[in-house]
């Protein structure tokens, strides 16, 4: 592969913001490394699911690889649910239903990286 | 894109086996998600930097983007010298020179996740 002409990022986490999402009810996303950062092959983003979170069942067309950074929250793929809590990393194949539910009193976040080009998502319930 | 025949995965930080890294001192290397996990695109891998920790300067065929876990250590990119901390998160392009350093008395980790595919690395000093 030819070297690249990229530019090295550093992005420190008080520089990253983050916005609500419009689907899920307590979900705010931060993009870390993406367009904005020049990123070739897949961007990583950081969902925030505050205390009482839902984001509710739904598929995407890309497959998603996460990282639990914080918190013990459920996450619901396919008809299991599983509790999961930091460290803990999940792969969530294209065009299988997920969801996530935050019901403890801490936040929880986690990383979610995704192959670049257009997603689209749909609501199951 | 067609629905995914995929299995997903959800894998315990317990469940993740480490194993030393040849080509440096103090470094540990787990998949977190990759061929086992069956991940289509790209795979996650975490590093655990232990005190001491020196990974000496090369470069890799693809591309890296990292998030740091845990610690405060010493990235080298180009000529660039950062000190990282739980939160960052950092793009070092294909065929960029870089290396890592932990001079604490603490344990440094970072997610390193790559594009799917051969990667050669050269050593640099």
Same mark, same amino acid.
């Given at each position: 592969?030819?070297?690249?002409? !990229?530019?090295? !990022?550093?992005?420190?986490?008080?520089?990253?913001?983050?916005?609500?999402?419009d %689907?899920?009810e307590?979900?705010?996303?931060?993009? %870390? %490394? *993406?367009?904005? !950062?020049?990123?070739?092959?897949?961007?990583?983003?950081?969902?925030?699911?505050?205390p *009482?979170?839902?984001?509710?069942?739904?598929?995407?067309?890309?497959?998603?690889? !996460?990282?639990?950074?914080?918190?013990?929250?459920?996450?619901?793929?396919?008809?299991?649910?599983?509790?999961?809590?930091?460290?803990?990393s %999940?792969?969530i194949?294209?065009?299988?239903?997920?969801w996530?539910?935050?019901?403890?009193?801490?936040? *929880?976040?986690?990383?979610?990286?995704?192959?670049?080009?257009d997603?689209?998502?749909?609501?199951?319930?």
């Open positions: 592969m030819a070297e690249s002409d !990229q530019t090295p !990022q550093v992005r420190r986490a008080a520089d990253v913001e983050y916005e609500s999402v %689907l899920a307590g979900l705010r996303k931060g993009v %870390l %490394l *993406g367009d904005g !950062q020049g990123t070739p092959n897949f961007d990583m983003r950081r969902f925030v699911l505050e *009482g979170a839902r984001v509710p069942r739904h598929t995407n067309e890309v497959e998603h690889e !996460q990282f639990v950074v914080e918190g013990d929250y459920a996450v619901g793929i396919d008809e299991e649910t599983h509790t999961v809590s930091a460290g803990d %999940l792969l194949p294209a065009g299988v239903d997920h996530y539910r935050n019901d403890t009193d801490t936040r *929880g976040s986690f990383l979610c990286i995704v192959p670049k080009g997603d689209r998502i749909e609501i199951h319930e």
